[in-house]
């Protein structure tokens, strides 16, 4: 039983950080070459779903 929630933790602190910040790389990059597009606004979009405490230090550093 515990095996198993530490399995669970470690998915958690380590596979959705990584998928996040993979989602917003991979936007970013979409966004460089053909500028910006509802597919990569949808995968911003989900990264912040993700991770909303690395939207709000995005938009606090555009914003100062």
């Not at 095996?3 to 460089?32: D, I, T, Y």
């Not at 053909?34 to 939207?55: F, H, N």
Request: a positive charge; proline letters at 5%; charged letters at 25%.
């Amino acid at each position: 039983m515990m095996r198993k929630r530490v399995a669970q933790w470690a998915v958690m602190a380590v596979a959705v950080p990584l998928a996040a910040a993979g989602a917003r790389r991979l936007s970013h990059s979409m966004e460089s070459r053909r500028g910006p597009s509802r597919a990569s606004r949808l995968l911003t979009q989900g990264a912040d779903l993700i991770r909303p405490q690395k939207a709000r230090r995005r938009i606090w550093r555009v914003c100062v």
